[in-house]
């Protein structure tokens, strides 16, 4: 059987790959903390030793629109092109191939249909910064086979917190069921409070630093009961306009478990959003 080697959930900042790459009056002063952060959180990934990754994000209304727009989908294809002109453009993020695991997608797929999830999928996913951020940040050389998920947690009707803890528990489960002999990593990405083209977007920290402080707690402690009890649908418009990215973190609470405290936590309140960073070991620190 596989073995669930880290569950790792971290914020997805596009800004990342520009910023760590810049020198001279370029490179901003926050540049090198920022570095420091990723490498020491990057190390995490390479103590598990994964064979695969499974990736879990949210388009950005690149490839996923209002004509077509699955709750939860599944990349099967061998492999998946990156990024979109936007990124290239805003962010200066490169263009990148990355190889699929078709039998690890093809397993999620058809036992997450069996375990009561009726997973979406597509044989021709164009990813985003959501799952090339987190590669360029943990897995530079992104050398390993990937498995993208994707959410919606931008188009209403969105699925309820609850149900992203749910497929959360539901990944976790499947991975460990595949017969294959191989070590596999779950990561998901979201944010923290944030908000995108209103008031709130560009200030000293994130939008809501209240709300950051009490869900790094929940996602370091493992409070799902917690955290269930006061984020809804609703409430997540309350600390930034875009807040609904947190339910991505809640998902990989639902993988980690309840009750596992991580054994990674880090962040960063950089001007406008909150970066966070996490992994747990679900069969104990590696060596």
């Given at each position: 059987m596989a073995t669930v080697a880290a569950v790792i959930?971290?914020?997805?900042?596009?800004?990342?790959?520009?910023?760590?790459?810049?020198?001279?009056?370029?490179?901003?002063?926050?540049?090198?903390?920022?570095v420091a952060k990723i490498e020491a959180f990057r190390e995490t990934l390479t103590?598990?030793?994964?064979?695969?990754?499974?990736?879990?994000?949210?388009?950005?209304?690149?490839?996923?629109?209002?004509?077509?727009?699955?709750?939860?989908l599944v990349g099967k294809a061998p492999y998946f092109d990156a990024n979109w002109y936007n990124e290239e453009r805003e962010f200066g993020l490169p263009r990148m191939r990355l190889a699929g695991d078709e039998q690890l997608a093809s397993h999620i797929l058809r036992n997450g249909l069996d375990a009561g999830f009726d997973l979406a999928f597509s044989n021709e996913l164009r990813i985003d910064h959501s799952i090339t951020c987190p590669i360029i940040t943990l897995r530079p050389d992104a050398d390993l086979p990937?498995?993208?998920?994707?959410?919606?947690?931008?188009?209403?009707?969105?699925?309820?917190?609850?149900?992203?803890?749910?497929?959360?528990?539901?990944?976790?489960?499947?991975?460990?069921?595949w017969p294959i002999d191989k070590r596999v990593a779950i990561i998901g990405t979201g944010h923290l409070s944030l908000e995108l083209g209103g008031p709130r977007q560009f200030g000293e920290?994130?939008?809501?630093?209240?709300?950051?402080?009490?869900?790094?707690?929940?996602?370091?402690?493992?409070?799902l009961d917690g955290c269930l009890s006061e984020v809804t649908l609703d409430s997540l418009h309350q600390p930034g306009n875009a807040t609904h990215g947190f339910m991505d973190f809640m998902l990989m609470m639902?993988?980690?478990?309840?009750?596992?405290?991580?054994?990674?936590?880090?962040?960063?309140?950089?001007?406008?959003?909150?970066?966070?960073?996490?992994?747990?070991?679900?069969?104990?620190?590696?060596?």
């Open positions: 959930a971290s914020t997805h900042h596009p800004f990342y790959y520009r910023a760590s790459t810049a020198t001279g009056a370029d490179r901003p002063p926050f540049a090198d903390e920022w103590k598990a030793r994964p064979d695969i990754l499974v990736m879990v994000g949210s388009d950005h209304f690149h490839q996923l629109w209002l004509d077509n727009m699955p709750q939860f990937i498995v993208p998920i994707y959410t919606n947690i931008f188009a209403p009707p969105l699925p309820r917190p609850g149900r992203f803890v749910e497929l959360g528990r539901t990944i976790r489960q499947l991975v460990e069921s920290h994130g939008p809501d630093p209240d709300f950051d402080r009490k869900a790094v707690d929940w996602i370091a402690s493992g409070d639902g993988a980690a478990g309840a009750g596992a405290k991580a054994d990674h936590v880090d962040s960063l309140d950089l001007f406008h959003t909150m970066e966070a960073y996490f992994t747990w070991y679900p069969n104990g620190v590696p060596a």
